[in-house]
């Protein structure tokens, strides 16, 4: 048996040790009675005692003693650090630590010093230590901690700022925008942020808003523009919009800022003329962005008329739970009740129902109301669940999809005492009326329709926008629902301005315009043809002009939208036919 060293045993202590220095780390190894083995050089960085402690041999105990007297004192909780240590207590708790089969701490050791220490307890008994310096990545957590609070803050004051304000990075897509602001699209942060303003508003109104964004994020030069804006829910508002570009080089964001004015303007209509106006603009307002939607208001509307008004005034602070399969209606009343005041969710399914109710007696949550709707499946069954809550059944016939046909009904039924919907034009099918087909040769090139406008649209939703806009214009129309209705009733009628929409059954909108263009080929007239979009893609757009189309506008459609459309292309084809 040979106790002496191999001879390459300091080569592979060295290279050990250069490992130590490579990885910044200090490794210290005891054996089984406590004594050291080895103590690499980067101890000393951490520990400020003497060499002669880390040689071969030297006790546990008599190393720990040797940390305590150099003042260095870790494993101490921080309630307990301002008060006074005993050195034996502190010694004999460290080496409890140390027997431990494996230990793993972030220790701090003074204000701006962190270790990682690393204990681990080896089969054959010996243990060994490692530590680290994490001060840097601490540091930086702290940092980020803080950072994370400032942020936090920030969105908590921009949140009660009763101005709108919202913050678009360089590519213009929106990243921050507070409650105010989602109020004017009656939406929710995680329906904006993420998008750009062609998902919210008309294209005109998107490139003139783009435009100004983007002068701003080039040249740092602030933008002011008073504006007129129509919330969602039809009022209006008034105000000073301002944008600024903030941040470093390359990493600039625009900020915007609508002061809100509308109580200044709208005092100033009552002011009597001989009086001073509370405000004056230079050029007045520009017509904004037109949020308002006739379909969801009334839809809104219905859903609220079935509920007592009693229930609307107790909301605030009271726990509703919604049972609707219908997305939309869960969308409505949910917005509502939150913007109320009420706690309130919503479940799609009789298992859901059920659940929630079970989860929420389990947990002591009382629910002070439900909404169940006569369209979910079961739904008597679950009324008799929650028979011991007070429950309100909605009958929200027609919401969602068929909600056209649903207003339509109403209307017919309300026809002898006046509808509050106003004249709403019936889509028009092949058999409500008939016509006398005639070669398209023999019209004459210069006909025109007593017809206005023809809206080609497969969806009763927007059939019913469509009507509403126009009608709200006066502006006579007729609705084809898909492309081939579109052609006959474009032969029939000779309108002044089609909007086509391009994605329609039978016949899409594009093969639609190409075979209006091909029959104008014959008779030396032209229709301006305007395509519907859902979003302005480039490879729709080119297809849209390759089928001969003259322009595009994109969903949703506004008033504004239409009405530009209509004198930009029918209004002055009327005054030369007059002419």
Known sequence: MNDVASPDANIRLGMFEAACDILAAAVIVYDKNDCLVFASRQVLRYFPIHADTLKPGTRLRDVLGAIFDTGVRYGIPPEQRHKAVNREEWVSAQISVHWREQYDAVERLSRDRWLHFRKR????????TTLVDVSEQKKQEEQWRSDLDRIALTEEIL???PSPVIVKDRNLTYIAANKAFCTIYNATPEGILGRTVWDLADAENAERIERSDRMVLETGEPFVLPEHVIRADGSDLYVITRKHRIGAPGHHVVVTVMDDVTA?????????????TLLRVPGGFVEGQN???????????????????????????KRVLIATPNTRIEEILVGEFKARGGDCCAVRSRYE??????????????????????NMPDYQAMFDHGQDIAT????????????????VEEHELLSENGSPLGDILTPVSFSDDWYIATDITAMLPAAVGDVEVLVAEDNQINQFVFSQILEGLGISHRIAENGEEAVML?????PRLVLMDISMPVMNGIDAAKEIRQAEELTGTHTPIVAVTAQALNVDMQNCMDAGMD?????????????????????????????
């Open 121 to 128: 307890r080896l089969p054959n008994g010996y243990n060994v």
């Open 159 to 161: 949140q009660t700022v």
């Open 264 to 276: 200044l303007v709208a005092g100033a209509a009552s002011v009597s003329d001989e009086g001073d």
């Open 291 to 317: 949020c308002f939607d006739p379909v969801r208001d009334a839809e809104r509307r219905l859903l609220l008329e079935q509920l007592g008004a009693e229930d609307l005034r107790a909301l605030p602070g």
């Open 353 to 374: 129902f059920d659940g929630f109710l079970t989860l929420a007696a389990k947990h002591g949550l009382a629910i002070d109301l439900i909404i169940l709707d006569d």
């Open 392 to 407: 309100r059944l909605i009958t929200p016939d027609g919401i969602g999809p068929d909600f056209m046909r649903a207003l």
């Open 490 to 494: 474009w032969r029939k009628h000779q």
């Open 551 to 579: 322009d595009y506008i994109t969903k949703p459609v506004s008033p504004d939208m239409i009405e530009a459309i209509y004198r930009r292309y029918a209004a002055g084809k009327l005054e030369k036919s007059v002419a």
